[in-house]
């Protein structure tokens, strides 16, 4: 564009020129070397200090050479603009630095071969030494930034191969340890003291998994604390003896302190099955999720609570797991109930949501 | 089916991609009587062994090779509806159970379950009835919940469980069996087990629909 624009340009003030010849010859060396220069910076292993050198050079010589041609008090250079391509090609390589040291080679070129340096010529000075850095500046944020994302792109790559790698190990490592489990048991003896600690790996890494699955599906939120899923949290309970969780499929999602509370209060159920029923004695718990509100369960089927032990425990000023139970569910905004009998114990906590 | 298929060898295929597994339930499978007709280690080997095979019974690990668990359930139903599905997954995955499931799997166990339960989860499947673990019932009463959801959905076809079924359904995830529901709520045992595959025929069925208006709008139906 700069090249046909110098030669046309020049055809039309032809008759400027005092040496013709001279001109002509320019006018060549401006096609040829705009030629090699396409063909070189083609290439980004020719695009070295020389060349960048060889350029500016050739742009200015043609400035230089203009009183020659043009004779003196000329108005335009031969290149004119073209010059514009070397001062591009400098901000390009170098950025800023580039840029400026390449308007400011050019500028002091065309200002010294100049008689007189008219307003028009300052103009023209100071747009190329305030474009040149301007250019370069650009060049080296866009690189950086293709460069950031590039990472960027990268890491989210390794990522994802990281995970599939994960879930191929985890899926075999649990398939091992579920199959030593239920080996162990049948075998007896040391054998199934094996199984027990192999299921309970099994356990605890699945529940690892559910928990890593669902917050990597959230990455914007790690982190931030505001939300939490009630259910993979309370899926991490899991990992205790004998404890089984049933809860929807999809993320229950509420303020992280409520789900921490939550959590905590089905761990205080949960401990007082351990203590009063038996260690390794099965419970259950139960999460359902409803527009308004959240239900949870918890369940054993140990011997019960006996008739009147609580009121006598609250009579003798203690207040007993129970009522701390519902304490805290009260601070919440929700009730606990408590029924108990020949079928075991059984927690029923309700908790509003004060849904947007 | 259910009275012959008691007294004859159920005919079972094992699907699972890990051979120390297939080869584990397969011999559990085989020592209890059972007919192992086939076995497979990927979703195609196991569609191509299904159709040749026929088994009562595909005992289908989730975490297969493509297709998946959940392709092969759709597929081997919709190629003999009468067959049944009982999975058996080590992965925690709630959500590809609950859509196997709803793909038309009747059961749902983990692989930490024991020889016995293992064993009485496929006679079970075989008869016809629905094997529930807790897990399975909370993430299916979950679905149910969803879709009642007025927020989530609008459909007017959105499936519903009816009171009883709800209670029946709470109380299996709960971990309650067939035998104290049944006890607690003072039914049969025979109406308990039906309460509980209805709730999961509603939600094939919704799935079904589901599948078909999507065809639809999406113009399969023309070719």
Request: charged share 25%; hydrophobic share 50%.
């Amino acid at each position: 564009m700069t090249l046909a624009n110098a030669v046309v340009l020049n055809l039309y003030r032809a008759d400027n020129f005092q040496r013709p010849v001279a001109g002509v010859v320019c006018v060549v060396v401006m096609v040829a070397w705009t030629a090699v220069a396409v063909w070189a910076y083609a290439a980004p292993r020719r695009r070295t200090v020389g060349l960048l050198v060889a350029d500016l050079a050739v742009a200015v010589a043609l400035l230089a050479v203009t009183p020659l041609v043009k004779g003196d008090g000329f108005n335009a250079t031969v290149p004119g603009f073209w010059v514009a391509g070397a001062l591009l090609a400098w901000a390009v390589r170098y950025r800023w630095v580039g840029g400026l040291l390449a308007a400011v080679v050019l500028s002091a070129t065309d200002l010294l071969v100049r008689e007189e340096i008219t307003q028009a010529n300052y103009g023209n000075v100071f747009l190329i030494v305030i474009g040149g850095p301007i250019v370069g500046f650009m060049c080296g944020s866009l690189q950086e930034m293709a460069a950031e994302r590039d990472r960027a792109e990268r890491t989210a790559a390794a990522a994802a191969e990281r995970a599939r790698l994960a879930r191929a190990v985890h899926d075999g490592v649990l398939q091992v340890l579920s199959l030593v489990q239920r080996r162990g048991a049948e075998l007896g003896g040391e054998a199934a003291e094996l199984g027990r600690l192999a299921g309970e790996q099994e356990s605890r890494l699945r529940t690892l998994i559910r928990t890593q699955e669902r917050t990597a599906e959230r990455p914007g939120e790690v982190g931030g604390d505001a939300v939490l899923d009630l259910a993979a949290e309370l899926g991490r309970l899991e990992s205790r003896a004998a404890v089984t969780v049933a809860a929807p499929a999809t993320p229950v999602e509420l303020p992280a302190d409520v789900v921490r509370e939550l959590c905590a209060v089905v761990g205080a159920c949960l401990d007082n099955v351990a203590v009063h029923v038996g260690p390794q004695a099965p419970a259950w718990v139960l999460l359902e999720a409803f527009a308004d509100r959240v239900e949870l369960s918890v369940r054993d089927e140990g011997p019960g609570i006996p008739a009147g032990r609580l009121e006598q425990a609250a009579a003798e000023g203690r207040l007993g797991v129970s009522e701390s139970i519902r304490g805290r569910v009260a601070d919440l905004g929700g009730t606990a109930t408590l029924s108990t009998g020949s079928f075991g114990t059984e927690w029923e906590i309700v908790v509003p949501l004060g849904r947007r | 089916m259910s009275a012959d298929t008691a007294e004859q060898a159920i005919r079972v295929m094992v699907v699972d991609d890990h051979p120390m597994w297939r080869d584990a339930v397969e011999r559990d499978l085989q020592q209890a009587g059972f007919d192992v007709v086939a076995v497979a280690a990927t979703g195609t080997e196991a569609l191509a062994r299904f159709k040749a095979a026929r088994p009562q019974v595909v005992v289908l690990d989730l975490q297969i090779p493509e297709p998946d668990g959940v392709g092969v359930t759709r597929e081997a139903l919709a190629h003999d509806p009468s067959a049944r599905v009982l999975v058996l997954s080590a992965s925690g995955e709630q959500a590809d159970v609950l859509e196997a499931v709803k793909a038309g799997a009747t059961g749902y166990l983990v692989k930490s379950a024991s020889r016995e339960e293992l064993l009485d989860a496929v006679r079970r499947v075989a008869r016809g009835d629905t094997v529930f673990t807790p897990g399975l019932a909370g993430l299916v009463l979950g679905e149910f919940r969803r879709l009642a959801d007025p927020a989530a959905s609008t459909d007017p076809m959105q499936p519903q469980l009816t009171e009883r079924e709800t209670e029946v359904l709470k109380m299996v995830a709960k971990g309650m069996s067939y035998k104290q529901v049944a006890e607690r709520l003072v039914l049969s045992h025979r109406t308990v087990q039906n309460h509980v595959q209805n709730t999961l025929r509603k939600l094939q069925m919704h799935n079904r629909v589901e599948l078909t208006r999507w065809a639809i709008e999406q113009g399969l139906d023309e070719d």
